[in-house]
């Protein structure tokens, strides 16, 4: 049994992991091809190898920290250690390319930002899959909600903090190095980061018990057997394809089309922050009235609505009012997986007898990358278009046709996944499935 200081540290050991992940995909494209100029194309093939790298990452050193025979640090500790050192120096890495290659070289900026991105998520998977793996080890099942609980704070407390790094990189002056503030930024979340592991890894030790290791051909198995399951999987991997397009766009969209000052960039930081908060309690509240299937549908179809005004704003105001249409739906975004896979989770329990929670964790990864990816190889291609786009204050400045598409285009993909969500049932009736569950069976039942 862990004590409430030691499930607190251990929940909030994800917040510099968090504010990392959160930053690098508000801020990649921003990054590098608005501030460093590398083309699209580039800079959407490095996001999405990323992604492939990410999810190699999770599947490998998962199983690997599973199969470590026993050892005085423990099966997962060593890789936790070695991977946060590694996440730390690849994230500083990402942001700072004018140390290492010249300026102008645009097959050198490729390479690397292929190389450290990589490195990041390769090193990410690496601590963090371990990491999550440990919780099994270490607390009881009554235990785990107040853990998870803290590892929510966490996780939005990332989410905040990597909005606000990314505006300040926005913010920044048109130059090749990185500024003073930025790079002394980059170094304290890098201290969060490395900090946060050391109470966990110092004082924290698992137990005896016997944790079997996944099987994942097995799991897959009985995963794709439950048609909800693959229908949420579907409709989710839709979403992360629309949704990522959105999160990497945010910032170029404002930075080079709608050509934000300093004021207005630190009132859209604080006003996504606010947007999403208020509808986190909105979504929550028609969750329990309306069930979450309406309620995630109504969210994104928020977001559908909205999205094709990027065929017509001009001027921050209006830009201001679709940002908050669309962080409604970034909102819900964030809030259901967790939600939904628990439910799942629970049901297959009831049915089966069987505990079957990391599979409702870990599968998902899969599709899920791999749809990021593919989101981040569209990207590059749309925002390859012609560059015939007069920007709406800057006359004589032309932009890629990318700047305005890309809002219909990730419409497109969330209304499929609204249409998908139709045949998915969210929201099973535990009371009879409980009643079904303890019932006596009958002979031959």
């Known amino acids: 049994m862990l004590s409430q200081l030691q499930k607190m540290y251990f929940g909030m050991a994800r917040l510099g992991p968090s504010i990392m992940l959160d930053m690098l995909d508000l801020a990649s494209a921003l990054f590098y091809f608005s501030i460093q100029q590398l083309p699209a194309i580039y800079t959407g093939i490095s996001i999405a190898v990323s992604y492939v790298a990410i999810m190699v990452s999770e599947v490998t050193f998962g199983n690997l920290s599973d199969r470590i025979p026993p050892n005085r640090f423990g099966r997962r500790k060593p890789f936790i250690m070695v991977g946060a050192i590694f996440m730390a120096a690849s994230f500083l890495f990402v942001f700072t390319p004018h140390l290492f290659i010249a300026q102008g070289d645009v097959l050198a900026l490729f390479l690397y930002s292929l190389v450290t991105m990589s490195l990041f998520k390769v090193s990410y998977g690496m601590t963090m899959t371990p990491f999550q793996s440990w919780m099994p080890e270490l607390t009881e099942p009554e235990e785990r909600p107040s853990v998870s609980s803290w590892q929510n704070v966490a996780n939005f407390m990332g989410f905040v903090a990597g909005i606000l790094g990314t505006t300040l990189l926005a913010t920044r002056p048109e130059t090749w190095e990185l500024p003073t503030e930025v790079l002394m930024m980059i170094l304290v979340f890098v201290g969060i980061q490395l900090g946060g592991f050391i109470a966990p890894l110092a004082r924290l030790h698992e137990g005896e018990k016997f944790i079997a290791n996944p099987n994942i051909v097995e799991d897959l198995k009985h995963a794709l057997k439950n048609p909800d399951f693959v229908g949420w999987m579907t409709a989710q991997g839709l979403l992360s394809i629309g949704f990522a397009m959105i999160i990497k766009t945010a910032f170029p969209y404002i930075d080079d089309f709608l050509l934000f000052s300093d004021t207005e960039f630190i009132i859209f930081g604080v006003e996504l922050l606010i947007v999403v908060f208020i509808f986190f309690v909105i979504w929550r509240w028609m969750i329990r009235n309306k069930g979450k299937r309406i309620t995630l549908q109504t969210a994104m179809m928020v977001t559908v609505l909205s999205l094709p005004f990027t065929l017509f704003i001009t001027s921050s105001i209006q830009g201001f009012a679709m940002i908050a249409l669309v962080g409604a739906g970034v909102a819900g975004y964030y809030l259901f997986p967790y939600i939904i896979y628990a439910d799942f989770a629970q049901k297959d329990e009831l049915e089966t007898g069987e505990g079957h929670a990391g599979l409702y964790t870990s599968i998902p990864s899969i599709p899920l990358n791999l749809s990021q990816a593919l989101s981040a190889f569209i990207w590059g291609i749309v ?63």
Do not use: C
């Open 383 to 445: 925002f390859s278009l012609p560059e015939v786009l007069p920007v709406p204050s800057a006359p004589g400045t032309f932009l890629t046709l990318g700047y305005i598409y890309w809002g219909p285009i990730s419409a497109i993909f969330i209304f499929l996944a609204v249409l998908v969500l139709f045949k998915v049932n969210l929201d099973p009736d535990f009371e009879v499935l409980e009643e079904q569950a303890i019932a006596p069976k009958t002979p031959g039942g």
